[in-house]
């Protein structure tokens, strides 16, 4: 799979728009840029059977975050709070910055 255009950072606010997980919303916890995936704090649950090692010594069922697709994420506006696509503008010190396609404010701080 190719490189995917990142739409999302680490730390950002986004809402699923596909899946069983539509509707929710979450803290971005890490951005997977090889294979287009992102991990949301708190969505997404999977069990995972792990045998016994030192950080878990009774082994068991163990509930992880599983990545998501990128595609399937919408970014949150802090100023207008909707999910919302995003746009890339330059400026004038010649640094990036994205910014709500709704509002038309910064979304980096």
């Known amino acids: 799979m190719s490189?995917?255009?990142?739409?999302?950072?680490?730390n950002d606010m986004?809402?699923?728009?596909?899946?069983k997980e539509q509707g929710k919303t979450g803290k971005v916890l890490r951005v997977l840029p090889?294979?287009?995936?992102?991990?949301?704090?708190?969505?997404?649950?999977?069990?995972?059977?792990?045998r016994?090692?030192?950080?878990?010594?009774?082994g068991g069922i163990v509930e992880k975050e599983a990545p998501l697709s990128l595609?399937?994420?919408?970014?949150?506006?802090?100023?207008c709070n909707q999910a919302t696509r995003t746009g890339v503008r330059l400026l004038e010190d010649g640094s990036?910055?994205?910014?709500c396609k709704k509002c038309n404010?910064?979304?980096d701080k």
């Open 71 to 79: 595609s399937n994420v919408m970014l949150v506006c802090g100023s």
């Open 96 to 99: 990036k910055t994205r910014y």
């Open 34 to 50: 090889g294979k287009g995936r992102v991990v949301i704090e708190n969505l997404n649950i999977v069990k995972r059977h792990t």
């Open 3 to 10: 490189i995917v255009k990142l739409h999302v950072k680490k």
């Open 14 to 19: 986004v809402k699923i728009i596909a899946g």
């Open 105 to 107: 404010e910064s979304v």
């Open 52 to 58: 016994p090692n030192q950080l878990n010594p009774e």
